[in-house]
């Protein structure tokens, strides 16, 4: 726990926007800023003025006591954001989050992806995160009930497939687990052609993009929005 404790802290600590961090923190473990607020013997407008960024940038103390009250009262409630947020990740998929909401064209912009269904719905999307998956060891290792794993804390938030040959598999996953998330890139695939994708893609509203960039660099320019 004590990893999962440095690793809250260090992002909060480090990122531009320490309130949206908070609060991100905050809605993660699912508790009110009044919850928090108690626990922490101060007033719920105090962590509203930290939230929003109104006071000062809190200090290294108040993180840690921000943090561990996150903790602690998740302890009280039988841990199980903590237990979630610690399991051993699969090494076949990495779940990433953002401070705050990103706009998906924005998000698409930045690694290069192009539209292939769901063009209009594109620019009222907003995500929260992403995850990059290895679509063949994902599709054909991870056990149906294992692969909500995928979407980390929040569904709000984009499936990056790698290798991707077809385009039918991660859609066809995607609709059985009845998780959504918020658009779908498919990296390495030219064009989605598959029919059966194209069309679970306009059932659910589900946008699906394509991108050529290798899996490292888009990491790495996505790491702006961290």
Not at 54 to 73: N, T
């Amino acid at each position: 726990m004590k990893k999962l404790q440095q690793k809250i802290a260090g992002e909060i600590t480090l990122s531009t926007d320490p309130g949206a961090s908070m609060k991100k923190w905050r809605n993660i473990f699912g508790f009110t800023q009044t919850e928090v607020a108690e626990y922490l013997d101060l007033t719920p407008s105090t962590i509203s003025d930290y939230e929003s960024n109104r006071r000062r940038s809190p200090g290294i103390k108040v993180i840690k006591r921000f943090v561990e009250a996150l903790l602690e009262l998740d302890q009280k409630r039988g841990s199980k954001i903590i237990n979630k947020m610690t399991e051993e990740t699969p090494q076949f998929f990495e779940v990433k989050d953002f401070p705050k909401r990103v706009k998906a064209t924005e998000f698409a912009e930045k690694i290069n992806a192009k539209p292939e269904t769901g063009k209009r719905r594109i620019k009222d999307i907003q995500i929260t995160g992403y995850s990059i998956i290895d679509s063949l060891k994902a599709i054909t290792q991870l056990p149906v009930e294992e692969f909500k794993k995928i979407y980390g804390t929040s569904t709000d938030r984009a499936l990056i497939f790698t290798k991707v040959s077809v385009g039918r598999s991660p859609m066809v996953a995607i609709r059985v687990t009845k998780l959504r998330p918020n658009i779908v890139v498919y990296q390495g695939l030219d064009e989605m052609k598959d029919k059966i994708a194209r069309k679970i893609s306009e059932v659910e509203k589900i946008p699906i993009l394509t991108t050529q960039m290798k899996p490292e660099e888009i990491k790495k320019k996505l790491k702006r929005f961290e």
